[in-house]
């Protein structure tokens, strides 16, 4: 069955120093990545995924994330945080019918 | 709306009262999914809606637990005989084409539910 790991539930980042979200995934064949911010008492939102083609896949507010076969993972990345960036980040993996969310990374940036 | 809506946004009831949510999506989706998010947990799938096809009913928790699609757009996500576990954020998302797996979905604000 597919599952997706999202191994730190906190990560603190300093304004404007770069920032990484961890996602490894475990799926038969071919994944389809998500990933969706949740700022606090709102729905989520679409960040980026990636289906198919270049491995760096570029998405919403700056973020960026690399899709990496091999280690089968697809970190979300920014270059320089800001402190608006701050929220729950879910990564996700669709494969066939099932949608499935990993348990969240509350991002922390501080001023 | 341009967006997925949830209605009510909160909802506060007994233990053992029945619940309605209610869920408008995106014009013109296709299909329509209903989550679970508890307190410090991650989403937990509920049910799916695709086109006019029976769901797929795979994660309700319990038969207190059902939903309707009514038209092919507007869903109600009913609870009955609430418990306290029950307490969570619910939330309802739609996608574009037939449910397929490279579509995105998009969500709606939620209904945080207390069960009291």
């Known amino acids: 069955a597919q599952s997706v790991a999202q191994p730190e539930d906190q990560v603190n980042v300093a304004e404007g120093n770069p920032l990484t979200v961890k996602c490894t995934y475990s799926?038969?064949?071919?994944?389809?990545l998500f990933w969706y911010v949740q700022y606090p008492n709102r729905g989520l939102q679409f960040l980026l995924k990636y289906i198919t083609g270049d491995n760096l896949v570029k998405g919403s507010y700056g973020f960026e994330a690399e899709f990496n076969k091999s280690q089968t993972s697809f970190h979300l990345k920014k270059p320089s945080a800001l402190v608006s960036d701050s929220a729950l980040y879910f990564c996700?993996?669709?494969?066939?019918?099932?949608?499935?969310f990993g348990p969240g990374t509350r991002l922390s940036v501080l001023p | 709306g341009a967006g997925v809506s949830q209605s009510p946004s909160n909802k506060v009831t007994e233990k053992g009262k029945d619940v309605e949510l209610r869920c408008d999506p995106i014009s013109g989706h296709t299909a329509l999914y209903w989550y679970r998010q508890s307190l410090g947990q991650g989403l937990e799938f509920l049910i799916y809606f695709q086109g006019n096809s029976a769901p797929d009913k795979s994660g309700l928790p319990s038969d207190r637990f059902s939903a309707e699609r009514t038209g092919g757009s507007v869903s109600t996500l009913t609870i009955q005989r609430t418990q306290q576990e029950d307490s969570a954020v619910y939330l309802c998302a739609s996608s574009a084409l037939a449910g397929a797996p490279t579509d995105t979905q998009y969500f709606g604000p939620g209904t945080r539910l207390t069960v009291l």
């Open positions: 799926v038969s064949g071919n994944p389809y």
């Open positions: 996700a993996v669709t494969y066939g019918q099932n949608f499935v």
